[in-house]
């Protein structure tokens, strides 16, 4: 039940001393019911700048086919297919935050699961626009589905990873979309009730009805929790099939059974990097520091000092096996790696993803703002680069020596990549303007429990054991949304 | 007979809520129904909402899904146009099992989910049914028939004594009709 009490050593998720539920249905729905602010128009204008740029480039690899692109005979896929991990891995992150965690129940997923999963669902439709772009003649996109002779083809080889591909990536975007949407229906039940007009009709249809009685809450949280238990095999299915696009080939330096852990490690690592980036300065922007807390931050830290080592072993790892399996062309294809013509795209990798995130032992560090926003973006700059090293520099090298080539994007590709920045940018500010950005229900849910407020009551009750009350109020020292005078004269 | 269709009481609590559910089932009075902006665990078992089957559903939908998957893969390519792959059986299982696996979970979510909105009455478009438009935001609101339950002053008092902040006496169910 709701009143019972937290323990005093667990750090608050929602800090301030009015929170009410009146106050946070007010607060998460202010940018939705005002008009927006500068800082979301400039952000808005940039994003569909680059997302027209998008359209530019996506129309003219559509028109003059994907010869557009830097690719030639020898770099068969470069450019598209990083893009491609890179997104599927950022959107790994939401399902894990919205499914893993609640699992475990961790409650300080309820107030970063509904833009995470929201990042999620325009991670994957970015990602999927690369699997439609490079196929040369996105006409005939249909053909990855298992239909019969008659429309063309033969039945779809159903031994091919790139078929399992396709299976995985359309179930996860399906499957994210309802579970994100079933959790927005209460959310835009409040927004509904709320609304007079046009407005109010709008969200009406899109609120399916919602009313909030007992049936309905008991059966979404049994909804929510078996959604949560098939999203988790789920999401580690989908990079371990991504991965088996490259594993189960003979190219060196991808025929690797190391693949599937280290890449789902990676899609975590890149999007817990992601979720910080686009919600510490959303935090700021829409005034959510009471809600997505200090706590929340070095969370989301530790976890990706975590899943940042779990990579670096991955790394080193893979290095040993090419050495100790003796295969001469394993082995060069690593020490190609580190020393060839493609050495800077190494070491950048390296360095983004093993060693800077190393920084965030320091509790200065993980407990600075800047400094993550900093770290999170060199972590997706270092994730990127690890796509583009896999799968560059292992296909760069031919067989044959006089194949040997290097890759250079045009500016087709440079676009693709930047525009499909923009379209992720423009869908997640749109989404910030038309619904929820955080879970208000779920947030409501932990306010008797977990907030600071409460805490701070039992404090002045005056039942805790001194020692536990003493390491509380130093934890908060970190908190910048804590008044820390508050606690002074405790 | 008043044109009193409902009456409400509204709290601000959800402990408030539960205090005022067992005050007014000790006295015998039926609940209509309850609506809260946030999931109360506990108050199902109150309110002798049954346990939910979705579950039972969800795993033989997911059997269905995994069927259907090795049932497509196995009519294809072993039964209606075999590949020679290397001169592989054409029965790979192995190869077999990452889509069997996708969509046991596609047809799962699916048919959870369908359920779950039909069993609820949720679509788009549904003209919501709503008692107090405060209930979606931060009011606890317990629903009393006012036809069934006559003394509607004891029920008043009831609700107050258990903390409710306001208690409304509607004439008409639901507000949220045009």
């Known amino acids: ?490 | 007979m008043s044109n009193i269709k409902y009456i409400l009481g509204s709290f601000g609590d959800p402990d408030d809520l539960m205090h005022g559910i067992e005050q007014l089932q000790a006295n015998n009075i039926k609940i209509h129904d309850v609506y809260t902006p946030m999931p109360i665990h506990g108050i199902e078992a109150k309110l002798g909402i049954k346990r939910s089957r979705l579950d039972i559903l969800a795993f033989f939908c997911g059997i269905t899904g995994t069927m259907s998957a090795f049932a497509l893969i196995y009519l294809t390519s072993v039964v209606d146009w075999k590949h020679n792959i290397g001169g592989k059986p054409a029965l790979a299982l192995p190869d077999f099992i990452p889509i069997m696996f996708e969509l046991t979970i596609l047809f799962c979510a699916f048919s959870l989910v369908g359920a779950y909105y039909a069993s609820t009455h949720l679509f788009p478009g549904r003209a919501p049914r709503v008692m107090d438009l405060r209930a979606t935001d931060d009011r606890f609101i317990i629903a009393v028939d006012a036809q069934t339950n006559v003394d509607h002053g004891k029920i008043d008092g009831l609700l107050k004594d258990a903390g409710a902040l306001e208690v409304k006496h509607n004439e008409r169910k639901y507000i949220s009709y045009e």
């Not at chain 1, 557009?68 to 990083?82: E, F, P, Q, R, S």
């Not at chain 1, 499957?175 to 409040?190: E, H, K, M, Q, R």
């Not at chain 1, 200065?364 to 400094?371: N, V």
């Not at chain 1, 973006?377 to 296909?395: D, P």
Request: hydrophobic share 50%.
């Open chain 1, 1 to 490: 039940m709701s009143g019972h009490n937290e323990s005093i050593l667990r750090e608050p998720l929602i800090t301030g001393q009015d929170i009410t539920y009146a106050k946070i249905t007010n607060d998460v729905l202010m940018p939705v019911e005002n008009k927006p602010n500068r800082a979301w128009w400039i952000g808005f204008i940039l994003s569909l700048c680059g997302a027209t740029l998008w359209v530019v480039a996506v129309g003219y690899t559509f028109w003059f086919g994907i010869g557009a692109w830097g690719l030639n005979k020898t770099v068969g896929w470069a450019w598209d297919i990083t893009g491609f991990v890179w997104w599927v891995g950022i959107g790994h992150a939401g399902t894990l935050i919205s499914a893993v965690l609640l699992l475990f129940r961790q409650n300080w997923r309820n107030s970063i699961n509904r833009s995470a999963e929201a990042m999620t669902i325009f991670a994957v439709i970015c990602a999927a626009t690369y699997v439609v772009s490079h196929m040369g003649r996105p006409w005939l996109a249909y053909w990855v589905l298992p239909l019969p002779n008659q429309f063309g083809s033969l039945w779809v080889n159903f031994n091919s990873p790139l078929v399992w591909d396709m299976f995985a990536i359309s179930t996860y975007f399906s499957v994210s979309l309802l579970f994100w949407y079933t959790g927005l229906l209460p959310d835009i039940a409040t927004i509904r009730d709320r609304a007079t007009g046009v407005r109010r009709k709008i969200y009406s249809i899109f609120s399916f009805g919602w009313n909030g009685n007992v049936k309905t809450w008991q059966r979404f949280e049994a909804v929510s929790l078996i959604l949560a238990g098939i999203s988790t095999p789920l999401v580690l299915s989908v990079h371990t099939i991504v991965s088996m696009d490259f594993a189960t080939s003979v190219i060196p330096g991808w025929h690797t059974t190391i693949f599937p852990p280290y890449f789902v490690a990676g899609a975590i690592f890149s999007g817990f990097a992601m979720v910080l980036t686009l919600l510490l300065v959303a935090r700021k922007v829409l005034g959510l520091e009471n809600y997505i807390t200090m706590f929340h931050i070095e969370s989301m830290n530790k976890i990706i000092i975590l899943t940042g080592s779990i990579v670096g072993v991955a790394y080193i790892t893979e290095f040993f096996i090419a050495w100790y399996s003796g295969s001469e062309y394993e082995q060069y294809a690593f020490i190609n790696r580190s020393t060839g013509p493609y050495w800077w795209a190494y070491w950048m990798m390296m360095t983004c993803n093993v060693i800077s995130p190393q920084l965030l032992w320091f509790k200065k560090i993980r407990t600075s703002i800047p400094a993550t926003w900093i770290l999170s973006i060199v972590v997706n700059i270092g994730m990127w680069f690890e796509r583009f090293v896999i799968i560059v520099t292992s296909l760069h090298r031919d067989y044959i020596p006089s194949s040997w080539a290097m890759f250079y994007p045009t500016w087709v590709d440079i676009s693709v990549f930047v525009g499909s920045i923009g379209v992720f940018f423009t869908l997640f500010l749109l989404f910030l303007r038309v619904l929820p950005s955080i879970a208000m229900a779920e947030v409501k849910m932990i306010l008797k429990s977990a907030s600071e407020q409460e805490k701070l009551k039992q404090i002045k009750e005056g039942h805790l054991d001194k020692e536990q009350v003493k390491e509380y109020i130093e934890s908060l020292e970190k908190f910048d949304s804590v008044k820390q005078e508050e606690y002074a004269k405790i």
